[in-house]
């Protein structure tokens, strides 16, 4: 599956793309909404991985723009945050929405939700 990860904490997309690559998808990151929204008109992801809280644009501002894209089909998108409040405004713009720190079951249910386009509701931390 070809993911993009979006988080301006190095650290967190560094793991995170380290961490797929294993599992033996194609991920690419991004640390700054620019960067993730030229990524996303120049290639076709399945799944995106979206930081809520990043330096230029929200990620709540890169979903919307998914909306309407003509060239590829809308992927589908995870929220990350680390913020406790506003996950149902959030749940409205995401397929799901992960609250960091997120255990590796739940991001293992959003790759299959992802693999079976399903919607998901917000997970907790584990």
């Known amino acids: 599956m070809n993911v993009l990860v979006v988080d301006d904490n190095e650290f967190v997309a560094d793991s995170l793309v380290f961490l797929l690559d294993c599992i033996g998808h194609r991920a690419v990151m991004a640390h700054d909404g620019k960067t993730a929204l030229e990524l996303l008109h120049s290639g076709a992801f399945e799944l995106v991985f979206l930081d809520e809280n990043l330096p230029d644009i929200n990620g709540s501002a ?48 959003v790759i299959d939700d992802a693999r079976n386009n399903s919607i998901s509701v917000c997970l907790l931390a584990a």
């Open 62 to 109: 890169i979903a919307l723009s998914l909306q309407d894209r003509p060239l590829f089909p809308r992927p589908f998108v995870a929220s990350m945050t680390g913020d406790s409040d506003g996950n149902e405004e959030l749940a409205r713009l995401f397929d799901v929405c992960l609250q960091k720190p997120f255990s590796l079951e739940s991001l293992l249910r």
